[in-house]
């Protein structure tokens, strides 16, 4: 079992947020090595609740904002892109979530990881 790891969830694909942290069990797209990592609409306010004004609104506009997540299984931070896209339908980190997340640990569909702004 990984560290700080509680587990993994026993749905498909469920999300738990809370003020600080999101958990999610990844599903085929989130570690397809041509798709990003996408959030629903409560990952989405989690995220723009620890993100200044400016870096919300340059994201609502589809332009790419970095962002310093900790990844809560090995307690590294890494600097992910994130943005919106397709007016706001889609949300989600383009750049650096394969490189920092599914490729370093190797990530397979089924494995819950955990993650938070910092």
């Not at 969830?9 to 999610?24: C, D």
């Not at 797209?29 to 993100?51: G, S």
């Not at 997340?101 to 993650?115: A, D, N």
């Amino acid at each position: 079992m990984r560290k700080n790891s509680v587990g993994p969830l026993r749905t498909q694909h469920q999300v738990h947020v809370s003020q600080w942290k999101i958990k999610k069990v990844l599903v085929e797209p989130d570690v397809a090595l041509d798709r990003m990592f996408k959030f629903t609409r409560a990952e989405i306010e989690h995220k723009y609740q620890n993100l200044d004004a400016e870096k919300v609104h340059k994201a609502k506009d589809g332009k790419d904002v970095r962002v310093k997540m900790v990844d809560f299984d090995t307690g590294t931070e890494h600097e992910l892109s994130f943005r919106e896209v397709r007016h706001g339908d889609v949300y989600g980190f383009k750049l650096g979530w394969l490189t920092h997340f599914v490729l370093r640990r190797r990530l397979k569909v089924g494995e819950e990881i955990g993650m938070y702004v910092c």
